[in-house]
């Protein structure tokens, strides 16, 4: 069975220094692998997603996660953090079958100080 | 632009008193998904919609139910809310294929008194 651990609850950077949010997963097949993030009372909007293609893949607002197969890994990278980006991000795998059923990680809160 | 439009965004219900919450999507994706998410927690998904199978979740209360008349619209309905219900409802969309994003609603935030 699919499973998704976000190693850090909470994530706490300053302005401008780079954000790193890790993920761990757990998947007996090639996984798809999604990184959402949700902004305080609205819904989840998708930022990457990484489906066997390459393993380094870019998304929205400057965000990259590199999908590594032999750590069962997909840690979120941006260079340079935002004030806008503070909010709760998922990692997510797909599960099989013919709908897409998400695993969510626990989340992670990212906050940003000035 | 195309989106998945839920309304309304918050909705005060009494204990016990019916209520229904919607969703529209102009994607035309075949699967619609209905989650719950209770503060600081991960979205739970509740059932979802292949075309018009409905799947539950093994353990999705009986007070929740929904429908889809159609492609663009599908319903939650809870019957007998209780404060334990209170929380954030997402709607979401997608494609059929493990492969394919979910495009997530704004949510509709539920309180019970």
């Known amino acids: 069975a699919q499973s998704v651990t976000q190693l850090d609850s909470h994530v706490s950077v300053s302005e401008g220094t780079p954000v790193l949010l890790r993920c761990n997963y757990s998947?007996?097949?090639?996984?798809?692998l999604f990184w959402y993030v949700q902004h305080p009372n609205k819904g989840l909007q998708l930022l990457l997603k990484?489906?066997?293609?390459?393993?380094l893949v870019k998304g929205i607002n400057g965000f990259e996660a590199e999908f590594k197969k032999s750590e069962t890994s997909f840690h979120l990278t941006k260079p340079s953090a935002h004030m806008s980006d503070a909010a709760e991000y998922f990692c997510?795998?797909?599960?099989?079958?013919?709908?897409?059923?998400?695993?969510f990680g626990a989340g992670t809160r990212l906050a940003v100080h000035p | 632009d195309a989106m998945v439009i839920q309304n309304p965004r918050y909705q005060v219900t009494q204990f016990g008193k019916p209520v229904t919450l919607s969703c529209s999507q102009t994607l035309n994706h075949n699967v619609m998904y209905w989650y719950q998410q209770k503060s600081s927690q991960a979205p739970k998904l509740l059932f979802h919609y292949y075309d018009k199978d409905f799947n539950n979740e093994a353990d999705t209360p009986d007070n929740f139910q929904s429908r889809r008349p159609n492609t663009s619209f599908c319903f939650l309905d809870i019957r007998s809310p209780g404060l334990g219900d209170a929380a954030m409802y997402l709607c979401?969309?997608?494609?059929?294929?493990?492969?394919?994003?979910?495009?997530f609603g704004p949510g509709t935030r539920l309180t019970v008194t």
């Open positions: 998947s007996s097949y090639s996984p798809s």
């Open positions: 990484y489906t066997s293609a390459a393993t």
């Open positions: 979401a969309t997608s494609r059929e294929g493990g492969w394919y994003e979910q495009y």
């Open positions: 997510v795998v797909s599960d099989s079958g013919g709908y897409n059923k998400l695993i």
